[in-house]
């Protein structure tokens, strides 16, 4: 059994910064890649940063590029988002998860397991 856990959410506002944390526990691969993922009410789960379990290769959403940056000291450190210039488009619920794939994925159906997630909420 795979545990993700996320912390570091909480309230902001726009224009601050906030850094998010997802520790993995439990029956883990030796090499597993990992994405960030958020859901703001009303719409759909999407697609935010990915890191590859060597920290060789990054991918980013376009509606954060430049301000999100994912991040791990090594491959048995958790995974950071940090988060600068937050707008009130990037609250939502931020959700971890791990894939077991070969490549890096940016879809849902790309990975394994999930965290509970972790609300991010950025005032105007």
């Known amino acids: 059994q795979v545990q993700l856990v996320e912390s570091g959410g909480g309230l902001v506002q726009a224009g601050g910064s906030l850094g998010l944390s997802c520790a993995a526990s439990?029956?883990?691969?030796?090499?597993?890649?990992v994405g960030w993922f958020r859901q703001a009410p009303g719409k759909e789960r999407e697609f935010v940063a990915a890191?590859?379990?060597?920290?060789?290769?990054?991918r980013y959403a376009d509606s954060v590029k430049g301000r999100f940056t994912v991040s791990r000291d090594n491959a048995d450190n958790p995974v950071y988002l940090q988060m600068n210039r937050l707008k009130p488009d990037d609250t939502a619920v931020y959700y971890c998860?791990?894939?077991?794939?070969w490549g890096l994925g940016i879809s849902i159906s790309d990975y394994n397991y999930w965290g509970q997630g972790t609300q991010v909420t950025v005032s105007s």
């Open positions: 998860a791990m894939s077991l794939r």
């Open positions: 890191l590859t379990w060597s920290s060789g290769n990054r």
């Open positions: 439990g029956r883990t691969a030796s090499r597993y890649h």
